[in-house]
Structures are given as C-alpha cells and as structure tokens.
C-alpha cells in the first residue's frame, strides 16, 4: 500500500494565487521530509528539505519566500507554492525517509498548472 | 550534480532480461547505489540499494563491480509495464536522493 500521499494529486489555478500541498506520511514519523519539483522532459530537482520543529533547508536558487514549507508535525509537511506564476507550473513530489533512513519514498506528485 | 552516468535509453523485448548499467566511479565508501524508476506522471519507486554485495529482491537484482565504480540493474523478465525511466542513485545514508538524468527503458512485445 501506499507509504506517502499527497493532496491535491493536481491543481488548476489563476496567476498570482497561492497554492498549498499537502505531503503525508502513512507508514512512518518523519522528522525530515524532502521537496523535489519536476518540469516536463527533465528530471526530478530537489527544493527543500523540511525539517519538524525548525526551519526548512533550500536548495540553491530556492527561493524561500516563494515556497513555503511547514513541517506541522511527525506525518505532515506542506509546500505553498505563494503568488503562482505560470513558470512555477511543475509536478511537485514529495518523499519521506523510511523508518531506518536507509530508503525514501515518495509520493505520488501533484500537478501543478498555473494559468 | 549527479555522481552517476547511465546510458539515455535502452530497449528490451517482453520477457527478457532488462540489463540496466550505471557508472559511478567516485563512489565513497559509505555511498549506497539505489535504484528507482519512475513510470509517467507518477512519482519514483524504490527498486533496490546495495553497498558492495550484489542484491535480489522481488523486483530485481544488482550486481555491483568489486570495485564499486559501476553496477547493473537486472529485471529478470521484463514486462510492458515495466517501460520507465531508471535512475542510478550514489547517496551516503541520511542525505536526500539527488537525481541524474536516467535511462529511459521501454520494454517492447
């Protein structure tokens, strides 16, 4: 079964709104979950590291104001993708280490369409 | 950046044996290989990771060289529904997966 859900599985919406995904752990606690993004025909590019009980860490070229990352508790992190544009429309995936940090899961992406 | 080359794509015939290479030749010697595929518009799958001892599971087998610069994946009887991208992962143990471009592998009846 399913380790790790997301919600919503993809979103429409107008330029200049904020959008929020939501990134679930079902199987484990997770202090740590990661943020990837990934455009038409390339590869997955991680964002962020979200980390509960503290700040999240960005990649380079990240821009954190523009996603905001809570790590609410041990089985949620949320992604606000805030003033949409139509450059940001992406698959967003989230993933979660396994309980012996040997592995990561992810989950099933959300798409993203900014108009 | 990526620590691993894979070929862009490959074919494999329904029912054969899907032999998928990777070389990563800066390896360090606490790095993992993982491999994950991932089938369209869906998110990665785990398949296998392995340190040095070759691996088998449900899903595949690894086999890595004595000297860790290079592995290959093996799906033993490959499946139109195993047509994916592949992607070869070097990671230490508690640093995210970061992703290379991968092999794009379509199985063909």
């Known amino acids: 079964g399913a380790v790790v859900s997301q919600h919503p599985s993809w979103v429409i919406c107008k330029s200049g709104t904020s959008v929020k995904i939501e990134c679930r752990s079902l199987?484990?606690?997770?202090?740590?979950m990661f943020w990837y993004r990934q455009f038409p025909k390339q590869s997955l590019m991680l964002m962020a590291t979200s980390n509960e009980g503290s700040k999240a860490t960005y990649e380079q070229g990240v821009e954190k104001d523009k996603f905001l990352i809570n790590h609410a508790s041990l089985t949620l992190s949320t992604l606000t993708v805030t003033s949409a544009h139509p450059e940001d429309s992406s698959f967003y995936i989230c993933s979660v280490p396994s309980g012996t940090r040997e592995t990561q899961y992810f989950g099933p992406g959300t798409r993203l369409l900014v108009l | 950046d990526a620590k691993t080359t894979q070929p862009t794509s490959m074919d494999c015939a329904e029912g054969r044996a899907a032999n998928l290479p990777c070389n990563h030749s800066?390896?360090?010697?606490?790095?993992?290989v993982y491999w994950y595929r991932q089938i369209h518009s869906q998110g990665p799958q785990y398949i296998i990771h392995g340190l040095k001892n070759n691996e088998t599971n449900e899903m595949a087998s690894l086999i890595i060289t004595e000297d860790r610069k290079s592995s290959t994946l093996i799906l033993p009887h490959a499946t139109l529904r195993d047509t994916a991208v592949y992607y070869c992962?070097?990671?230490?143990?508690?640093?995210?997966?970061?992703f290379g471009k991968g092999t794009r592998l379509s199985v063909i009846a």
């Open positions: 800066t390896i360090s010697g606490n790095e993992y």
């Open positions: 199987d484990f606690q997770a202090t740590t």
């Open positions: 992962i070097v990671r230490g143990r508690n640093t995210p997966l970061v």
